[in-house]
């Protein structure tokens, strides 16, 4: 009899030195959360890491600030930076030579918007940062509207005065450009390709609302709610899914009423109007650094040919959100719900 109680206890003491160590080893493994709010490019942003390892995550998310903040500072148009030849650069320089030379990075986002330019059929247009400012002004004040004459004095350059030369060089002719949609993209390419290398493969990044995300940590979907575009506290829509990126663009975002009509942000390149053939788009899409463009470009586009271009992109869902009536999935979202 005090042998089987000897054995038995011998039994319990082994059982409870291994859930012990099955509870450290689950300890050890599972991901140390780590979120830091952070402001750049005129947007509130989240960062979600999950990572085993503290000291690793951290370094993580200063590497990611500081790739946001590089990006802030070449694209901002209203400060200079010193030793960096940014945007306000390009718009204020004083030099007296027929070209100058600008930072590398910057010079590829230049790049990328004229082809952008030329994929949209003139849709994506960055030189209209000055017409944009127009708009800024009777926003801010909400006591009118812009007459179609003073749109059209607005617009001082066109996309065909960005004329890019070798060695990052260009034409010297001070054009106003708006680069923050690109800059976005590009920013979030460079940090997802960062934690690629660093192993971190578990993460959420949230810019005002738009979502990149990789592997849920708990090896579930993420899901990410939809804003009403008529309703500012109404969620219309819950889209879920992992290694997928989730970016809005609609008239609810940045926009001002007067006599009872809207007017937003996003222009229309011919009228100089907003656009307004729907009140939101949302798309889910693997690309990383055109998410913001399609969005955009997919917003300015009639709704027909928009519906047209998703369907024949693989890889591309969308919602469109005509009105609270008129709700548009395309084929294939259905395994994001």
Known sequence: MKRIKKITIIILVLLFIGLM???????????????KKI?????????????????SADEAIDKIEKIFEKYDTL?????????????YYIIYNNSKDDTITIDKTLYEMLEYSKGWYQKSNGKIDVSLASVSEIWKMYRDSTTGVPSSEELKRARIHTMRDIVLLENNQIKNNHVDIDLEDIAKGFAIEEITNYLKQKNISEYLIDINGDAFMGKHYQNKTYKIALQNPDEKNDIYEIVQGKNINVV?????????EYNQIRYHHILDSNTLMPANY?????ILTKDI???????KMLFLMPLDESKQYV???????????????????????????
């Open 21 to 35: 160590i099955l509870w450290f080893i689950n300890k050890k493994n599972t991901p140390i959360e780590r979120i």
């Open 39 to 55: 402001n750049y490019l005129d947007s509130n942003i989240t960062i979600h890491l999950y990572h085993q390892d503290k000291k």
């Open 75 to 87: 694209s901002d148009r209203y400060n200079p930076k010193a030793n960096v030849k940014n945007l």
């Open 248 to 256: 809005t663009t609609g008239n609810h975002q940045l926009y001002y």
């Open 278 to 282: 729907i009140k939101s788009i949302t």
């Open 289 to 295: 650094k055109d998410s913001y463009m399609l969005s």
């Open 311 to 337: 369907e024949q992109t693989k890889g591309l869902e969308a919602i469109w959100y005509v009105d609270s009536d008129n709700i548009i999935k395309s084929s294939s979202l259905l395994r994001y719900e």
